[in-house]
């Protein structure tokens, strides 16, 4: 079998027995765990969990074939898994050839922004002219939108390939929805030193309802969880590359063993660090995506801060603080967030160019017209005044939000799924649209925007477990888990009056299966126990993961749009909320 999660509890940065302070002796009663360490380079950079050679053994390979397959599954397990997410995703992409929910605004302001640079007002009616394949005329007047452009252009692409249909607006939320699974069996693999557990994380995310459904829908959240996700991934590789350097700075005793050392720990620089630099990028993008990726900023940030302190302080740092807040947290500081904000200006640069006459984006003239008395015009130029006005406008709306909407939802009821989102709703007779003609009553055709049930409700018990290893554990990878689901999640609690939806939980969706993916594999247990503990272990976990998987095959026709017979579709409502 292969090592799962709980292989690399060994490999935790903590204190010998006999140095550890006090308050970690007093947490052993709640299960914290520290022993003593020797080459501190398998601290700073833990190898890799290799598949057991009883693996081998029971799949008929031996020798360098299965040196090559160990060495391949580090790419081969994450793209299959990859490719299985993709058939899904793009299966039938263009079904329902509607426009569903808010592709009714960004499906059309995504066109207007790779032709004209900003949104336009349509016509109320040009909905049926499109799915018709007619010939649509772009409108000239502006339009006051309220998230910024980056998700619209992204989307706007794939209607540049493929055309100003369902397909085309679809495909690139499709596409980036796939990628997010290549990139979490990815990151998983790394932080847990798994292939097995990486790819878990993966297969669990695509069969997850919520990202099926975002990536098959031309909504800003599911392009926004990429960014966020690719940002994440940013920083755990620079983690493991800040660490490997500062290990190979360590000296070496006669044993051949590295020793921490204080003064390397606290003077050595780690360089400029590009995965950091992208990092930034991935999150300015994501603000550009949507305002709300300012959280992610902000935690992200913070996260990277206490991994360089871990990696000093690891490495023997006496005052790991100290050391980061002179040697990391400049470089730390101008690779995020001023990036993060050029990026997120640069993200304008259509509706920026555009005519100042009243003919360009909206707002874009203001600070030639009623902005022209502002006290910062003479030392601004007017597209920052008319940006920063625009900007302030936004913000105002945003926060006094609250026009009541049918699928609106409190952030406490979204862990468990308590008022999933209708995107699409038809009611065929029988003998039309795929209901059968003897159904004796309609039959219903939905798409609803609601996680696998099984998954997310796992994952409430997964959350808990993800905490604990954090706290009495001081386990980095349970908190990098947490802070990820925290970043995406808590921020809403601060608008609990404004109108907000279920489907804003994508963001922090791989998170919440990488936390699953953790207590999976403490279910399985470590490679130390017993055959029996394993097997039980083992048992247990693949019972909840094929109840997963069946669980999303029976809401397959509500993530699909499939019509069903009416009580069909009854007995998929677990919930009185869910209708």
Known sequence: MTSTASSTDTRQDHAPQDQRPSWQQRLRRFGYAAGPRSD???????????????????LGVTGPAAERFARWSGWGGPLLVTL??????????????????????????????VHRGFEVNWDKNVNDLILSGGNVRLPTDAAYVVHPPVGKYVIGLGELLFGFNPFGWRFMTALLGTLSILMLCRIGRRIF????????????????????????????DGVLMFFVLAAFGCLVIDRDRARERLAAALPVDADGRARPDAHIAETTRL?????????????????????????????FCVLAVLWDVGTRRTAGAGRPYAAVLRRDLGLAFLATVPVAIATYILSWLGWILSATDGTGGYYRNWATADGRSSSWSWLFPDWWLSLWHYEHEVYKFNINLSSPHTYQSNPWSWLVTGRPVSYFYESPAPGKDGCPIDAGEKCAREVLAIGTPVLWWLACFAILYVLWRWFFRRDWRAGAIACGIAAGYLPWFLYQDRTIFFFYTIVFVPFLCLAVAMLLGAIVGPPGSSDTRRVAGATGAGILVLLIAWNFIYFWPLFTGTTIPIDEWRSRMWLDTWV
């Open 271 to 299: 360089g400029w660090r590009p995965w950091r630099w992208l990092a930034g990028l991935m999150l300015g993008l994501a603000i550009g995506t949507k305002w709300n990726g300012l959280y992610v900023l902000a935690a």
């Open 40 to 58: 501190v380079r398998d601290r700073l950079v833990p190898p890799y969990v290799r598949p057991s050679p009883r693996l081998w053994q029971v």
């Open 84 to 113: 299985f997410a993709g058939v899904l995703r793009f299966y039938h992409l263009g079904n329902p050839k509607a426009v569903i929910f808010d592709e009714t605004y960004y499906a059309k302001d995504a066109w207007a922004l």
């Open 193 to 220: 030193r798994s292939t097995f557990l990486g790819c878990l994380a993966g297969a669990l995310m695509a069969v997850d309802g919520l990202a099926f459904v975002m990536a098959r829908t031309s909504l800003l």
